[in-house]
Each structure stands twice: as C-alpha cells, then as structure tokens.
C-alpha cells in the first residue's frame, strides 16, 4: 500500500473545468478521482480521456447536497485508492436570475447547500488527513458573484460570497499546518459545454464567436493556473486569485463611467 500514488479529487468534475484540471493532474502524476452528480456516459468518457494517454482515474457519481455523501467519498478514497493530496471542490451554485420575490426558501437554501455547505463538509472531511500528514491543497472554484452581489443574484452571491470567506477561515487556520488553500475567482466565461453551453444551447456558438479571439476562458489553459497554485512552494502560496479573458473588464470595474474613464 506504501507505493499508491497520490490522489486528486475533483467534486465537480465536468466537461469544463473540473475535467480539464483532473485531465491536468493524472497528467502531473496523480491518480485522479472525477466526482460528478449524474451522466454517467460523460464520466467515463473523461475516465477513458485520461487512461488513454496514460493516466490513471477512478471516476464516481456523487450527489454532493446528500447528506454523508462526501464524508463517505473521502473516506473510501483514502481507504481504497490513496492518501488525497489534492481536492478541488467546483459545484456551481446558479440557480438563475430571479427577483427576490421569485426565489422560493427551498432554491435558495439549495445554492447555499451546493455554495457553501458542501465545501465546509469536504474540509471538515478532508483537512484531518491532510494535517496528519502535514501538507495538502485544497483549490476552490469561484465566481464574480463572491466579490459582487448583481441583480438577481440573491442565492448565488450569497452562497459564493460565503464559499470566499470559508476559504479565507480556513486558510487562517490550516496554512500553518502545511494546507494550502486557493480561492480562484473566475471572472469571466467559460468553453464548458455542460455549463455554459447548456444554458445558451444553439446559441452557444455565436455567443463565443461574438467576444472575439480569445474572448473566452479555454478550461484547458485554466488548468494549467490550478496546476501551478498547487505546485507553488509555501513561500509563494496564493490565496485567492482571479481570471477573465483579456478583452473583459475586471468585476471591480464594471460599466466605468465614461467621463472618469479616459
């Protein structure tokens, strides 16, 4: 058992940027575990992506708002596979824009559960292996919506908004025990046809030709950022970073006022 590789496990792992970052990883080395909620088909097209050139991958379905249901992942894995040396946790929490009147209790809290609950349990889970060996990573996968509340937004910023300070408790308190936390802000859109490409559908296309050469964040590339936060020595860790392609504006300078931007 001495000999097992280590393990990177990604709750969130779909065709975007959870897949590119396992993807990244059995690349770097790492026995990969992708964790997903549904469409099996697609998890064992990224498990067979990655055995293809090499890698190794031990995909699973994983309903993350189930109550035990990522306590008992963690735990398998780290019986079964090998000690988890990685974890990105990258559950999205957009319900939709919807007014505050048409934000039912039930889908609020939903956002809340996938926002922010699930990566309390997974650090609760995880950090006590970690800090027995003392070391490990653990990335999380952000939004605009963590830094600012927009129209609409009422589960979704609020769920985020705590997933960034979660990140920042735990940073304050596990960094000094070896565990490096990152919170990546991805300010920007997204190449992921299970996301992004769900929701605008057969305008999905035309929506990326309209921004432009590199107007959109190719999840392949992103990896690359994720690979480096976790490789970087404990004298230049990164805490909390963030990403948008070169032609946007950064979220805290949105809609300038034209007269003061000159």
């Known amino acids: 058992m001495a000999d097992r590789k280590p393990v990177f496990l990604v709750i969130g792992a779909g065709a ?3 897949g590119h ?5 059995a690349e770097g080395g790492y026995h990969v575990v992708p964790a997903r909620r549904s469409d099996e088909e697609g998890l064992q097209k990224l498990v067979d992506q990655i055995s293809d050139v090499g890698g190794e991958a031990s995909g699973r379905l994983l309903d993350a708002a189930e109550d035990g249901s990522i306590e008992d992942l963690i735990e398998q894995v780290e019986r079964d596979i090998g000690p ?4 990105l946790y990258n559950l999205g929490a957009q319900i939709g824009n919807r007014t505050l009147a048409n934000t039912p209790r039930k889908a609020f809290e939903l956002g809340w559960r996938l926002g922010t609950l699930g990566l309390f349990r997974l650090a609760s889970a995880l950090t006590p292996h970690m800090v027995e060996r003392g070391f490990g990573t653990i990335l999380v996968t952000s939004a605009t919506a963590a830094v600012r509340g927009n129209t609409g937004q009422h589960s ?3 769920a985020m908004g705590g997933r960034r300070m979660l990140c920042q408790t735990l940073n304050a308190e596990f960094a000094s025990q070896g565990i490096h936390i990152a919170h990546i802000v991805v300010d920007g859109s997204v190449d992921a046809p299970d996301t992004l490409g769900r929701l605008l559908g057969d305008k999905f296309e035309a929506y990326k030709a309209s921004k432009g050469d590199n107007g959109v964040i190719d999840p392949a590339a992103l990896a690359e950022t994720y690979w480096h936060l976790h490789s970087q020595p404990k004298n230049c860790w990164t805490h909390e970073i963030d990403i948008r392609p070169w032609t946007d504006v950064p979220w805290w300078n949105d809609n300038p006022i034209a007269a003061v931007d000159r």
């Open 84 to 87: 988890i040396e990685c974890a």
């Open 21 to 25: 970052v396992a993807k990244r990883f």
């Open 156 to 158: 979704h910023a609020a």
């Open 16 to 18: 975007g940027i959870g």
